[in-house]
C-alpha cells in the first residue's frame, strides 16, 4: 500500500467535539506497552489508560529494546509502536501475532488504509503517517526575506545568510545522532540523488556517486549547525526549535505539534512547514514516507491479547483524534490537517513523490551499517569513500550471517 495514498486517505473527515470520551469498558488485565515517546504515543498512551491496568513505557529507544523484549517468553510488553521501519524485526522473528480474528470482533471503525497485511495477513494497525520535512521560523524567513527553500542547495543559501544576520545560535538543524538518526538522514539523501542500495545481485551499493554527494551535502549542513550534531536527535532538535535556537529543520512531521506547546515551546505560532527538500532539482524530495502503527505480541495468552487489542482501539479512535488534532497526520476519522501538517502532505503529494521506506531484513541490516559506519567521516577519521567502503563490508557480513546475501 502506498503510503501517498495512506496520507491523504487519513486526512478527511470533520471535528465534532474535542472533549475526550472515558474509555468504553473496564479493563482488568495487566497490560504494558512499548512505543516511541513523541506527542501522538503521549495522546494514545493517555486513551489506553483511561481504560485502566495499562502501564505505557514511551521510549526513543524502543526499536532496540523491542526485539528481545517480544522474543521474551511470556513477552515484557503485550503491545507494541512501530513504524515501517522497525517492525522487520519483529516479523523476522515471529514475535507479533497477526490480527485478523481481532480486527473481525472489535476492529468496525478501522479504515482499510489502516490495515498493514504482510503475506495476507493483518500485522499491524496504523494510525498515523509521517515524514520528515522542512520546518521553519517563518518569522525570520520574512524578515530576512527569504524564500522557502525547495532543494538543499538552496537550504545552505538561506542558512549562509540566516548566519550572516546572527538572529539565531545555528541556522539549521539535523537528526544526525550516531546509529539509527544518523543512517535515516543518509538514506534520505542518497535516495535523493538517485541512488539504489544494491546491485543486480543483491551486493551493497552505497560507494557510488550518488553515496559521496549525500555525504558532501550532509558535511555542508554541518557548517551551519551546532557543533554537538552527532548527539541530535529529533528531540535535540525539537527543542533547539522550541527554544528558538534554529531557524530550519528537515524534522519529521510527528514533531511539529510540540513548536505550538504553550508553556514548553518560545516559538509559538512562529514555526511553519513546507516539502522536503530535494538533492536534485526535479526530482523526488530526499526523504521517505512512513507509518506508525500498533503490534499485539505472540508471546502471551489469547485473554491478554484479546484486552490488549480493545484498549488499543480505545486509543485510536474519533475521540482520541479530535482531542489531539495536530499531534499527528492521523489515519482516524475525525482527523482535519492543521498548519504544521502541510508540509507533510506537500511532501507524499509531490512529483515524483519520494519512496516509502523498504520494510525488509536487507534495509535493516544496511540501516544498522551506515548508522555505525558514518561517523568516522564526520569526525574527520575517514574519508567519505573509506567511510562507504566500511558501511560496504558491514553489510555484507550482518548479511552473509543472516543468510540473505551468499
Excluded at 103 to 124: D, F, S, T, W
Excluded at 304 to 326: P, Q, S
Excluded at 335 to 360: D, F, K, M, N, V
Aim: negative net charge.
Amino acid at each position: 500500500m502506498k503510503l501517498k495514498t495512506f496520507l491523504m486517505a487519513g486526512a478527511m473527515s470533520a471535528v465534532a467535539s474535542v472533549a475526550m470520551a472515558e474509555c468504553a469498558f473496564e479493563n482488568e488485565v495487566e497490560l504494558r506497552s512499548l512505543s516511541a515517546g513523541f506527542e501522538a504515543w503521549n495522546a494514545v498512551t493517555d486513551a489506553w489508560a483511561e481504560c485502566g491496568n495499562v502501564q505505557a513505557e514511551l521510549n526513543q529507544e524502543f526499536r532496540t529494546l523491542q526485539p528481545q523484549a517480544f522474543a521474551a517468553d511470556p513477552s515484557l510488553y503485550q503491545i507494541g509502536g512501530v513504524s515501517n521501519g522497525t517492525i522487520t524485526p519483529l516479523l523476522n522473528e515471529g514475535t507479533i501475532r497477526p490480527l485478523d480474528d481481532l480486527v473481525e470482533m472489535y476492529g468496525q471503525n478501522l479504515r482499510p488504509n489502516q490495515l498493514i497485511r504482510i503475506n495476507g495477513e493483518i500485522m499491524a494497525i496504523a494510525m498515523m503517517v509521517n515524514t520528515q520535512h522542512l520546518m521553519y521560523r517563518s518569522d525570520i524567513f520574512e524578515e530576512l526575506g527569504i524564500e522557502v527553500p525547495t532543494t538543499w542547495d538552496e537550504v545552505l543559501e538561506a542558512a549562509a545568510v540566516i548566519q550572516e544576520a546572527g538572529v539565531v545560535d545555528y541556522p539549521l538543524g539535523a537528526t544526525m545522532k550516531t546509529g539509527w538518526n544518523l543512517g535515516e538522514d543518509f538514506i534520505n539523501m542518497f535516495l535523493g540523488y538517485g541512488g539504489e542500495f544494491w546491485n543486480a545481485d543483491g551486493t551493497p551499493n552505497v560507494n557510488s556517486e550518488a553515496g559521496m554527494n549525500a555525504l558532501e551535502t550532509m558535511m555542508a549542513m554541518t557548517e551551519f549547525m551546532d557543533p554537538e550534531y552527532l548527539v541530535s536527535d529529533s528531540t535535540y532538535v525539537q527543542q533547539q526549535f522550541q527554544q528558538g535556537r534554529i531557524a530550519m529543520a528537515n524534522l519529521w512531521a510527528s514533531r511539529g505539534s510540540a513548536m505550538d506547546l504553550e508553556g514548553e515551546s518560545q516559538v509559538v505560532g512562529l514555526v511553519d512547514a513546507a516539502a522536503a527538500p530535494m538533492a536534485v532539482e526535479g526530482a523526488a524530495p530526499a526523504t521517505t514516507l512512513w507509518w506508525d502503527g500498533v503490534v499485539i505480541a505472540s508471546n502471551i495468552s489469547d485473554e491478554e491479547a484479546e484486552a490488549a487489542f480493545r484498549v488499543v482501539m480505545e486509543g485510536l479512535d474519533r475521540e482520541m483524534v479530535e482531542a489531539n488534532n495536530d499531534a499527528a497526520i492521523w489515519l482516524i476519522e475525525g482527523y482535519e490537517p492543521g498548519r504544521l501538517a502541510l508540509g507533510a502532505i506537500a511532501t507524499a503529494s509531490a512529483t515524483p513523490p519520494p519512496p516509502a521506506y523498504p520494510s525488509t531484513s536487507q534495509m535493516g541490516l544496511m540501516h544498522t551499517a551506515l548508522g555505525n559506519e558514518l561517523a568516522a567521516f564526520f569526525t574527520g577519521d575517514a574519508s567519505a569513500e573509506e567511510a562507504l567502503e566500511a558501511v560496504e563490508a558491514a553489510y555484507t557480513t550482518a548479511a552473509q550471517e543472516a543468510g540473505v546475501l551468499e
